[in-house]
């Protein structure tokens, strides 16, 4: 969640800077900007992917504990890394 967040404030900011009539030189600051937005987005995806992963690896291990006749029990946590 926080890299969704930083990397749309870091888009919005190097959007906006592109507009900015004050000062030049500000292309560099925007493209680091737009990198470290999409450096961010693409941390993002792969957290959500990992996430989403992780909670069907824990519903396959308690179907496959269920199926094998040992006992779950309901409410445990089964953290993947």
Same mark, same amino acid.
């Given at each position: 969640?926080? +890299?969704?967040? %930083?990397?749309?404030?870091? @888009?919005?900011?190097? /959007?906006?800077?592109?507009? %900015?009539?004050? !000062? !030049?030189?500000? +292309? ?6 737009? &990198? %470290?937005? @999409?450096? &961010?987005? /693409? &941390?993002? @995806?792969?957290?959500? $992917?990992? &996430?989403? #992963? =992780? #909670? *069907?690896?824990? #519903?396959?291990?308690? *179907?496959?504990? !269920? ?5 779950? !029990? #309901?409410?445990? $946590?089964?953290? =993947?890394?």
């Amino acid at each position: 969640m926080f +890299d969704i967040i %930083w990397g749309g404030m870091l @888009a919005y900011t190097a /959007i906006a800077l592109t507009t %900015w009539p004050y !000062e !030049e030189g500000v +292309d560099g600051v925007v493209v680091v900007g737009f &990198s %470290w937005a @999409a450096i &961010s987005g /693409i &941390s993002a @995806a792969v957290g959500i $992917n990992k &996430s989403h #992963r =992780c #909670r *069907e690896a824990k #519903r396959a291990l308690v *179907e496959r504990l !269920e199926q094998d006749g040992a006992a779950v !029990e #309901r409410g445990r $946590n089964y953290f =993947c890394r």
